[in-house]
């Protein structure tokens, strides 16, 4: 029953909009027109920030910096029981949505999603946020340049979410 409430919600969304658009007295397709033609303004300016995060994660993760810089962690790790495997995805999270779900998916192939690992990277990723990311794409879309504490209060989140992650998953455990 879910599976097709699901299924329907978005052709009921798009049936309401232009229902309720009809009953205003207002030319959907033409509106959507005009603001499928404003979203391109919109791309070009974003295209330039996206970019430049996607080239500094991808550099991160395939030059393999991280993996070496987290081998001198373990002893630490290991004490705080935190698994060695779930540390790239807890810095890459606010770095990058993708870049982490691409991570947490490895974590579910090699110990299943049911595992120590597995529930402690699903409760980071749905604990924390993509900061940079935000901060990145969205300020630098309105040519916001200081960002204040903006950046600290999102970071600050951020731990609060992958420490409480890591407390709740070892209660669980």
């Known amino acids: 029953m879910i599976k097709i409430l699901s ?15 009809i009953l205003k007295k207002q030319n ?5 027109i005009e ?3 404003e979203s391109f303004d919109m791309i070009i300016s974003l295209f330039p920030s996206m970019l ?13 910096v ?12 290991s004490i705080l029981k935190i698994p060695l495997e779930v540390l790239p995805m807890m810095l890459m999270r606010p770095i990058s949505g993708s ?10 192939e090699t110990f299943g ?3 120590f690992e597995g529930v402690l990277a699903s409760l980071i ?13 969205y300020f630098g879309s309105i040519g916001i340049k200081k960002i204040r504490y903006s950046l600290w209060a999102g970071l600050f989140a951020d731990l609060v979410g992958i420490v409480l992650s890591i407390i709740i998953t070892n209660l669980l455990f």
Do not use: E, H, R
């Not at 299924?7 to 658009?21: N, Q």
């Not at 430049?52 to 393999?64: C, Q």
């Not at 870049?99 to 579910?108: K, M, T, V, W």
């Open 7 to 21: 299924s329907l919600m978005i052709p009921f969304l798009v049936l309401f909009i232009l229902i309720y658009g």
């Open 52 to 64: 430049a995060m996607i080239l500094g994660v991808n550099i991160l993760v395939k030059s393999g």
């Open 28 to 32: 959907v397709y033409d509106l959507f």
């Open 113 to 115: 999603p049911d595992s």
């Open 35 to 37: 603001g499928a033609k």
């Open 99 to 108: 870049s982490a779900l691409a991570l947490l998916n490895n974590i579910f």
């Open 66 to 77: 991280i993996t070496f810089l987290f081998s001198f962690l373990s002893n630490i790790l």
């Open 125 to 137: 990723q749905g604990s924390t946020d993509t900061t940079f990311y935000v901060l990145t794409l």
